[in-house]
């Protein structure tokens, strides 16, 4: 228990951080997207249990406020979070460039897999795709700034929380 609210504490704050990032961006028509920050860390280095209820649970606390199906959020976070878990091995995934990469790679896969589950309700689709595209370049961008920082909270948080990273669940 202590682990996933270690883990779980830094990510309500990201969400936090994010929603309001959001709210002054709106005057400017962004909309950030960094859905893979909320999965990179927990599928990268804990185990799967404890790294997918996480997940999860951060799919459930976006839902909360998004305006669509509730449990989309949480699915594609699930889905993303077992992905990243069946690949680690094959990736430097203690070093923060491969993290931060692959949280840019997954960011554009949960964005498009998004967009795309979103806009067929939409009376006009083509007409917003060039707002997607300037989100997902503006998304993309506060990934590389902020991933950094975030996984150092994390980890951070692990250690305050007195939880190895490896420790059998």
Avoid: C, K
């Amino acid at each position: 228990m202590r682990r996933f609210l270690a883990l779980f504490l830094p990510l309500l704050i990201l969400w936090a951080l994010v929603s309001q990032a959001n709210h002054v961006l709106a005057q400017f028509h962004v909309y950030l997207v960094l859905g893979a920050l909320f999965v990179v860390y927990t599928a990268l280095t804990m185990p799967l249990r404890v790294g997918l209820l996480t997940s999860f649970a951060a799919g459930l606390l976006h839902d909360s406020q998004a305006s669509v199906a509730f449990g989309l959020h949480a699915v594609l976070f699930g889905l993303t979070h077992a992905l990243l878990f069946n690949i680690r091995d094959r990736v430097p995934r203690d070093e923060t460039v491969a993290r931060v990469v692959i949280a840019l790679l997954s960011n554009l896969a949960f964005f498009l897999v998004f967009s795309f589950t979103q806009i067929g309700g939409l009376p006009s689709p083509g007409e917003v795709w060039p707002r997607l595209i300037w989100d997902l370049l503006w998304s993309q961008l506060a990934i590389t700034l902020v991933a950094p920082w975030f996984f150092a909270l994390q980890s951070r948080s692990l250690v305050v929380a007195r939880v190895a990273r490896d420790e059998p669940v």
